[in-house]
């Protein structure tokens, strides 16, 4: 860990869902980015969750995240072993699964997928604190 990233690796289990999100709480409470909080957690569940999902990915590989401080936000990453790249689709509305890229698309400012170095792939997302300037979607 630096004073501006934190990583950390994790099992496939669902139960390190949890304890991801409290680093990452503890993380944006030390960088003063609180405002972020509830929508930086919202995205970190559904790219962990996706990873351990389906990631396919021999027994024992860890999934990684990296949580990097910006000057205005943060960056989440989450790293596994598989060179399946996930593939957004609308959910079905009757569906109970299906949404998490839909909705990281939704509440990230910016997403995106990026090739690591060695097997596997990096989902990533940022979430940046709102604008001070008080600017709507139509703002200059």
């Given at each position: 860990?630096?004073?501006?990233?934190?990583?950390?690796?994790?099992?496939?289990?669902?139960?390190?869902?949890?304890?991801?999100?409290?680093?990452?709480?503890?993380?944006l409470a030390g960088?003063?980015?609180?405002?972020?909080?509830?929508?930086?957690?919202?995205?970190?569940?559904?790219?962990?969750?996706?990873?351990?999902?389906?990631?396919?990915?021999?027994?024992?590989?860890?999934?990684?995240?990296?949580?990097?401080?910006?000057?205005?936000?943060?960056?989440?990453?989450?790293?596994?072993?598989?060179?399946?790249?996930?593939?957004?689709?609308?959910?079905?509305?009757?569906?109970?699964?299906?949404?998490?890229?839909?909705?990281?698309?939704?509440?990230?400012?910016?997403?995106?997928?990026?090739?690591r170095n060695g097997?596997?792939?990096?989902?990533?997302?940022?979430?940046?604190?709102?604008?001070?300037?008080?600017?709507?979607?139509?703002?200059?």
């Open positions: 860990m630096t004073p501006d990233q934190v990583v950390r690796r994790w099992s496939r289990h669902p139960r390190q869902v949890g304890r991801a999100r409290a680093e990452l709480r503890t993380a960088w003063a980015l609180v405002p972020v909080t509830d929508t930086a957690l919202l995205v970190l569940s559904e790219l962990l969750t996706n990873a351990g999902r389906h990631a396919r990915v021999s027994p024992g590989r860890e999934i990684e995240t990296r949580f990097v401080r910006l000057p205005d936000g943060v960056r989440i990453e989450v790293h596994d072993a598989s060179s399946v790249r996930p593939v957004g689709r609308e959910p079905a509305l009757e569906a109970d699964d299906g949404r998490g890229l839909f909705l990281v698309d939704a509440l990230a400012d910016r997403w995106g997928i990026a090739d097997p596997g792939k990096a989902v990533w997302a940022e979430c940046r604190l709102p604008s001070q300037t008080g600017g709507g979607p139509d703002a200059a």
